[in-house]
């Protein structure tokens, strides 16, 4: 999965949902549909109305890529942290059973 909690390089962005990988599309349920996405340079990150899906792109050619599914029947806490005057970073902490913690930083 992306760490993005220890890489100030992994600052998530807005981007349209038409804009997203098209591999996210192959593991979309039925009835499961995308409402946000945002990505760092090469990863992506979406939310679907039944999960979070991470896409870790790795190695130089950017072919191998890691897909990593939150549901949020797992997720048993969640933090919010909006942005202010000076701190323009929004973040979301979950945490999920079994597996811990995931932290996702927004501009």
């Known amino acids: 999965m992306i760490d ?3 890489s100030p390089v992994f600052k998530l962005k807005p981007i349209e949902t038409d804009d ?5 599309h192959k593991f979309l349920i039925e009835g499961e549909s995308i409402f946000a996405a ?5 990863d992506q990150l979406v939310f679907t109305n039944k999960r979070i899906i991470a896409a ?3 190695g130089i050619t950017g072919s191998k890529v890691d897909y990593t ?6 997720i048993q806490v969640f933090s ?8 323009l970073d929004c973040e979301i902490e979950v ?3 079994e597996l ?3 932290k996702f930083e927004i501009k």
């Open 4 to 6: 993005f909690e220890h």
């Open 20 to 24: 997203v990988r098209d591999d996210f």
């Open 38 to 42: 945002f990505k760092t340079i090469r």
């Open 56 to 58: 870790n792109v790795q």
């Open 69 to 74: 599914s939150l549901p949020y029947s797992k």
């Open 80 to 87: 919010v942290e909006t942005s202010g005057t000076l701190d």
């Open 95 to 97: 945490y999920l059973s």
């Open 100 to 102: 811990g913690k995931a």
